[in-house]
């Protein structure tokens, strides 16, 4: 059943898991990721990246397809917007039924990080729809912990003072992970989420799981992260399926795919605290 994300994620929080939000970019990986959700009876956060995407994907495309999956779920998926930058962007996905959409203003500087989150948080709760946002910037994985690291660190005040003048609904955080592949090993700052924890009421994002770890991101879905976004490592376990198999038949080889991107989105559910 196509639903909002509110509900799935607050009991999350309360209950000490995260959930998973893998992105999709085609009608294989949509259905993959329902199956699985529906093989653990566990719902969804059905996400799509138009700005990544869009080749593969248009944006109308991409909510036919989710919204056809979701709708004819067994469990309850969420089909969320995943790093809209563009307010033109949030204002189509939210005509095109999404449910929960992200305003992805982290590059800019606080003020104007506040300014355009709230106008979507006006926008879409007038609508009924959930809004996240981030404060910090989770940074590329190909620069990670180089002097070209573009990834800033979350702080504690900024962070409550942000949810206080936006009224987000979920807050994605920097503390230590970043998008894509890892030059360097993953170093999270579990104080710093504690600290955030503590300080802030809202459901807790982590973007860039992908090759995080698995300890690091169990530790982070029992110590307050609601949702884990991910992405590189299902086309990196695609890749490497189809790579290492000896088939020439495509519809196979399709197979072979969708079992590679469903064994990865089992994987994260079990790390994650969700699959009791
Ligand atoms: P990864 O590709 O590193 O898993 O990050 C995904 C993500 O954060 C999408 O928002």
Redesign the pocket.
Same mark, same amino acid.
């Given at each position: 059943m196509l639903v909002t994300s509110k509900e799935m994620l607050e009991r999350a929080k309360s209950e000490g898991y995260a959930l998973i =939000?893998p992105?999709y970019y085609d009608n294989n990986s949509c259905r993959a990721f329902v199956h699985v959700a529906e093989e653990f009876n566990l719902p969804l956060i059905l !996400?799509f =990246?138009p700005e990544s995407h869009y080749c593969l994907l248009s944006l109308e495309e991409a909510a036919l397809i989710g919204r056809y999956y979701a709708e004819s779920a067994k469990v309850d998926v969420a089909l969320h917007l995943?790093?809209g930058t563009k307010f033109e962007t949030i204002k189509k996905a939210i005509a095109y039924g999404f449910t929960s959409v992200m305003i992805d203003a982290s590059n800019c500087d606080f003020e104007e990080n506040v300014r355009r989150t709230k106008e979507v948080v006006d926008y879409a709760h007038a609508r009924g729809i959930e809004v996240e946002a981030e404060i910090g910037h989770?940074g590329s #994985?190909e620069t990670y912990g180089t002097e070209d690291d573009d990834s800033i660190y979350t702080e504690v005040e900024t962070a409550k003072k942000f949810v206080e003048l936006t009224g987000v609904d979920s807050l994605a955080i920097s503390i230590g992970? =970043?998008?894509?592949q890892y030059k360097g090993t993953p170093v999270i700052n579990f104080e710093r989420l504690q600290q955030i924890r503590n300080a802030v009421d809202v459901p807790l994002v982590l973007? #860039? #799981?992908? !090759?995080s770890g698995d300890e690091n991101l169990a530790r982070c879905a029992r110590e307050g992260i609601s949702k884990i976004?991910?992405?590189?490592?299902i086309v990196t376990a695609a890749l490497e399926a189809v790579k290492n198999s000896d088939s020439k038949d495509w519809f196979e080889l399709l197979k072979i795919s969708d079992e590679a991107v469903k064994d990865v989105l089992r994987h994260y559910y079990h790390i994650c605290n969700c699959v009791k």
């Open positions: =939000a992105d !996400s =990246a995943d790093h989770v #994985g992970t =970043a998008h894509g973007h #860039g #799981g992908s !090759s976004n991910v992405f590189t490592d």
